[in-house]
């Protein structure tokens, strides 16, 4: 017996249905609950008359929308967040609401079978298919009424995983499954999420056969992760396959060893919107880049590249198209970013580039130039950049970018977020003045510079640079050399108007200086805090960040200073007003 079949027999038992709105000609009234046996909904504060109580029980019951929408309740964030996985309880749950009554049985299987981690418990529908000698297979009797359960169970998975090929299903039972004469032109014919974390099949590639059946035009989302050389020949046969159905792929990733058999049918997914590729221990030519280009819907781009893989530039010319890129993300050693960088054309459309550079062992100058000629190169890719992130992995604590390495980011006049990590960087006051000049980075909200170097670094002036020439920024991270201002010259950097900024968060750091250079003075640490709450006063928990001994017990004075004279100013603030009211 069936879940339709055990439908049929149930006896109908109590259900609470609460949160129901009561509507009559006053409007809604959110006050009632009702609490009862389906088909007699009685309410705690009185009686419904009969004629409405009917109308509203008949509207709801018979309304498979509202009531998948009230069954999605026994997850939320399962289902309305579109997670694939749910709890064991929340399939308890939906299993006994199939069988309370025939109303509750479509929309309750709906969300049971949204989800499946495995494919056999839908293969096993079938009484035909079975396991022999721990073999699946297909017996010669399938009758037509076991191929419409199978279809009415499957048309409503639309998230399908492949955790394990552990399972030997014959291949002649895959071609068969294919060709059965079902109602719809796939087993799944509404399924829009493949997702194989692994192809790890104990080396028997028949059991990979399987993943055909699950090839309808639906499918809008495919994650294949561990292609390597003994099963890249299947799937590049699964993705040309989806390719000449013209599937609705429109988010791919693709993980392992891939070559241009596993990449050559990508270029069929019209529809494609993001395209996410880590290449292991592999090589990506830049003729896939020039297709991939073509595609005219194509908005995000991830290419992650370990450290045993390289870039093909092939041609020297630049590669055009990628009209509709908005995003793209590169990950490797810094050489390869840069060539990958370096290939593609100008973009209109390109907003943000997030760039995780990934430090050889040995450090050289030609890292050094590389990761300057990424920076360079997104200058010169997108004049409508608004957000660059470059974080450099397993860095040395040489690791110093050349200077003037930021100069060629002045011509992003619409960046609104900058952050560079994991390096070091010489950048002084002059250096800030030039990148913000002329209201260049008048947009920017986040900047978070790296560690600046011992012979050239900004002082706290360069705060107020960056306050007056831009205005709407809430985040800054910056590193200052304090042997550049005695006390004396910070209070005369107060003797101006003032001007306070809306600076939200800072974390500051100063270099690490010398053995005899010390600038943790008492002294010092009242100029600082001074400054810091006179050109600042809407700091909401600023981070001081220390590189030497001693550096810790001197910040925390630092910022008890700060809240004292916040509280003062406050405090001045209001007996001005209590005197002028």
């Not at 705690?44 to 509207?59: D, E, K």
């Not at 020039?290 to 092939?314: E, K, P, Q, Y």
């Not at 550049?484 to 003032?498: A, C, K, V, W």
Request: with cysteine; aromatic share 6%.
């Amino acid at each position: 017996m069936d879940l339709s079949e055990e439908v049929s027999s149930a006896q109908t038992p109590a259900v609470e249905i609460t949160g129901i709105a009561q509507f009559d000609e006053r409007g809604p009234q959110t006050e009632s609950m009702y609490v009862g046996r389906v088909g007699s909904i009685s309410s705690n504060t009185g009686a419904l008359p009969n004629s409405l109580s009917s109308q509203a029980r008949t509207t709801v019951l018979m309304n498979e929308d509202i009531l998948e929408i009230v069954f999605s309740f026994f997850d939320p964030v399962a289902f309305f967040r579109n997670v694939p996985h749910i709890e064991p309880s929340t399939r308890k749950a939906l299993y006994s609401a199939a069988l309370t009554c025939k109303s509750f049985f479509n929309p309750a299987t709906t969300l049971l079978w949204r989800g499946m981690e495995s494919i056999i418990p839908v293969l096993e529908i079938l009484p035909a298919f079975v396991k022999i000698n721990d073999i699946y297979t297909i017996t010669p009797g399938v009758e037509s009424e076991d191929l419409e359960r199978l279809a009415f169970y499957a048309r409503k998975v639309r998230y399908l995983e492949f955790n394990t090929f552990q399972d030997t299903i014959r291949s002649h039972t895959v071609l068969r499954l294919v060709n059965l004469n079902t109602p719809t032109s796939s087993i799944f014919p509404a399924l829009e999420v493949l997702y194989i974390p692994s192809l790890d099949c104990r080396r028997n590639i028949e059991n990979l056969s399987v993943i055909f059946l699950a090839s309808p035009i639906s499918l809008t989302t495919l994650y294949i992760e561990g292609i390597d050389s003994s099963t890249e020949d299947v799937i590049s046969s699964f993705l040309s396959v989806l390719g000449q159905i013209e599937a609705s792929i429109q988010d791919l990733t693709l993980e392992g060893g891939l070559t241009p058999s596993s990449l050559s049918p990508v270029q069929n997914f019209r529809k494609l919107r993001s395209l996410n590729l880590k290449v292991l221990n592999g090589t990506l030519h830049s003729m896939f880049l020039r297709v991939w280009g073509r595609l005219a819907n194509l908005t995000h781009l991830i290419l992650d590249l370990d450290t045993t893989s390289m870039f093909d530039l092939g041609d020297p010319n630049r590669i055009e198209g990628f009209e509709t890129l908005q995003k793209l993300r590169l990950r490797g050693l810094p050489a390869e970013i840069s060539k990958i960088l370096k290939s593609i054309q100008e973009s209109k459309t390109l907003t943000t580039i997030s760039l995780v550079a990934v430090s050889p062992m040995i450090w050289s100058q030609l890292e050094s130039l590389s990761v300057s000629n990424c920076i360079m190169e997104c200058g010169r890719i997108s004049s409508s950049l608004r957000h660059l992130s470059l974080l450099m992995r397993g860095g040395r604590k040489d690791s110093q970018l050349p200077q003037k390495a930021l100069t060629p980011l002045a011509s992003c006049k619409q960046l609104e977020s900058f952050e560079l990590s994991g390096v070091s960087l010489p950048i002084n006051d002059d250096d800030i003045r030039e990148l913000c000049a002329n209201d260049k980075w008048s947009k920017i909200r986040v900047l978070h510079l790296p560690t600046a170097t011992i012979d050239h670094a900004p002082s706290l002036s360069g705060l107020q640079i960056l306050a007056r020439h831009c205005p709407n920024l809430v985040n800054l991270t910056i590193c200052v050399d304090l042997r550049l201002h005695d006390d004396l010259s910070l209070q005369r950097e107060r003797s101006g108007p003032r001007i306070p900024h809306r600076l939200k968060q800072l974390r500051l750091s100063i270099i690490k200086l010398p053995t005899g250079s010390d600038t943790n003075t008492t002294e010092m640490g009242i100029s600082v805090s001074r400054f810091i709450e006179y050109h600042f006063p809407y700091l909401k928990e600023p981070e001081f960040v220390s590189n030497a001994a001693g550096d810790a017990k001197w910040w925390k004075g630092v910022r008890s200073m700060m809240d004292e004279y916040k509280t003062i100013r406050a405090e001045t603030i209001s007996a001005i007003v209590e005197t002028e009211n």
